[in-house]
């Protein structure tokens, strides 16, 4: 293994009771909820973004939420842990410089995250949903390491369409590590799921080598979708790829169409996505 520390003394450190909340266990249900609340409830602000998300149209009720445990229970204990991830990053990205890049980077992660979601609904994958969004979400934060550390050769590399090879080819030529490599590497260091750390490893790859290759192929149809309908990078798109992703996730053809042309316009009007977005300040 390569020395990578040297990308992770430029990077923030991880809020952390988003490493607490990554590390409990599924298996006992009413203890991780125990766990979850009393994590969150020590961390006010977060309690505060918590409450108006679940009071938002999307989750629209009679009466107002007015306490954490009422939302815990409204939400599910992994849309909450996905929340968290999602609230926790917004407010990490913060600490970062170079705001115009990053911009980019968060429109095109979120996107991805929400795109990942839908397959899993779409294919009935249930318990799946939030691990693929959080996986979304995460999926180049390889790319951050990589611009924090070099901002400026990076900032040129982005921009520099004159290249030949693929994205992590080049990444590796000009900085000895791609951001796939890199992103699996900090993912790991802060004790993230196995599941977040193939994801960010393999997305972009047709022979997926991890147990979890539902979630990665997943994770790799909604980043080249997001990438097409122009909330990359500026990144050419092969549709025979899409395809080829498609297939193994047994999506019918109507599917394909609607994510390639319409997902996009659907995702605009979603009032989640549009409060994930002030989040970052999108």
Aim: net charge negative.
């Amino acid at each position: 293994m390569q020395d990578y520390e040297k990308y992770m003394n430029n990077f923030p450190v991880i809020p952390n009771v988003a490493s607490k909340i990554m590390a409990i266990a599924e298996d006992n249900i009413d203890i991780s909820f125990k766990e979850l609340e009393q994590i969150i409830s020590v961390d006010p602000m977060l309690t505060v973004k918590i409450l108006k998300i679940a009071n938002s149209a999307l989750y629209a009720r009679q009466s107002e939420i007015k306490n954490l445990q009422m939302a815990l229970t409204l939400l599910g204990f992994k849309k909450i842990k996905s929340l968290v991830i999602l609230l926790t990053a917004s407010q990490f990205s913060r600490e970062f410089k170079n705001k115009d890049v990053l911009a980019v980077f968060w429109r095109h992660s979120l996107a991805t995250a929400f795109i990942a979601k839908y397959i899993m609904i779409r294919k009935k994958w249930k318990k799946d949903e939030e691990i693929a969004f959080t996986s979304g979400l995460l999926h180049d934060i390889g790319q951050v390491a990589l611009f924090q550390r070099y901002p400026e050769k990076y900032r040129g590399f982005l921009t520099d369409q004159s290249d030949l090879g693929s994205l992590e080819q080049r990444e590796q030529s000009l900085f000895g590590v791609d951001h796939r490599i890199l992103g699996g590497y900090i993912l790991g260091k802060w004790n993230f799921p196995a599941v977040y750390v193939d994801a960010a490893e393999e997305h972009g790859s047709i022979n997926v080598k991890s147990v979890y290759k539902n979630t990665i192929y997943t994770v790799t149809l909604a980043d080249l979708i997001t990438e097409r309908t122009g909330f990359g990078q500026g990144c050419i798109v092969d549709d025979s790829l899409i395809f080829k992703i498609s297939e193994y996730l047994d999506l019918d053809n109507d599917d394909i169409m609607f994510l390639m042309n319409d997902i996009m316009a659907v995702l605009k009007k979603d009032p989640l996505f549009q409060e994930c977005q002030l989040l970052f300040g999108l």
